[in-house]
């Protein structure tokens, strides 16, 4: 709901847990009226060389190091042209590009075609837009997290939606400074055991989002970066990854917290062992890490 005299759109009745989104729309205007800054976002431009050419890297240090950023590098390359997805009129769900592009060889007009909503199954007109990849677009990485406000009561459990920006060095990206909040949710108001709990907080996140990849926010640019000088422009924003620790990942995507596989790429299995205050899982070898409150062994030999 967008405002306090909305009711809810399932049961009709008025809202009564708070909730103040701070738009991510306005801290990309703010972040883009900056030099310096616009340089620190733009940092994989620099390093191009990895994502956009064909170098090979053998330690990877940085996001745009891997092989899985090279499959969005169209977001970034001049050189490349896309079509935008659509959203439909009436339900406000993303129409993929996929979709509009199939529509487009059934038209006869291509400035004008008729898209069919696969979620209504509204059909509406729309003037198919395509677009090029630019350096300044923005790539975003969600986290989500539970905490206590008060270390001795467990009473009034909150979290936060929070983002950094994925095209920063990993030096300047790991700072306090640069983990902007999105929202404050009174988890301790919440039903429990809910799947859906969460949902009514992320929506204005995800819906701003698809908001900020298909018509973009026109800001004030005050850096010449890729040889585009300062100025205005339209600056596009995409969701990178999601982050979080396991029972935070868990309430995101929807899932039993308390997997037993503690790699999402291999079949290695845990082993639970029941101590007197924590069930931990484990695998015998090198300690590699903490998720949540478990923790994890894995062995080098087996990866």
Request: proline share 6%; glycine share 6%.
């Amino acid at each position: 709901m967008e405002s306090q005299t909305e009711t809810c759109r399932h049961c009709g009745k008025p809202g009564t847990i708070p909730y103040y989104y701070l738009p991510l729309k306005h801290k990309i205007k703010k972040w883009c009226q900056d030099a310096s800054f616009c340089r620190k976002m733009t940092a994989h431009w620099v390093d191009r060389k990895y994502w956009l050419g064909e170098a090979h890297v053998i330690t990877k240090n940085e996001l745009w190091e891997g092989t899985q950023f090279k499959e969005v590098s169209w977001f970034w390359d001049p050189s490349a042209e896309w079509l935008l997805p659509a959203i439909c009129p009436i339900c406000k769900q993303i129409v993929s590009s996929s979709i509009v592009q199939e529509s487009l060889q059934n038209a006869n007009d291509s400035k004008l075609t008729l898209v069919e909503c696969p979620y209504c199954y509204n059909l509406f007109q729309h003037a198919p837009i395509t677009t090029r990849g630019d350096p300044r677009n923005i790539a975003i990485i969600g986290h989500w997290d539970g905490w206590q406000p008060f270390s001795t009561s467990s009473k009034h459990s909150c979290g936060t939606i929070e983002v950094s920006i994925a095209t920063m060095k990993k030096q300047d990206r790991a700072k306090v400074s640069e983990v902007y909040v999105c929202g404050f949710v009174p988890s301790y108001l919440l039903p429990n055991k809910r799947a859906i709990s969460l949902d009514p907080f992320l929506e204005p996140h995800v819906t701003e989002l698809e908001e900020l990849f298909v018509n973009g926010v026109e800001v004030d640019y005050a850096a010449t970066i890729a040889g585009i000088p300062p100025g205005r422009a339209v600056i596009r924003c995409l969701l990178l990854l999601w982050t979080g620790d396991y029972p935070a990942q868990a309430e995101i995507g929807k899932f039993i917290q308390g997997g037993i596989k503690p790699c999402r790429r291999c079949s290695l299995k845990g082993l639970k062992e029941m101590t007197q205050h924590t069930t931990t899982m484990e695998i015998p070898g090198t300690i590699v890490g903490i998720l949540g409150q478990r923790r994890i062994w894995i062995s080098f030999s087996k990866i």
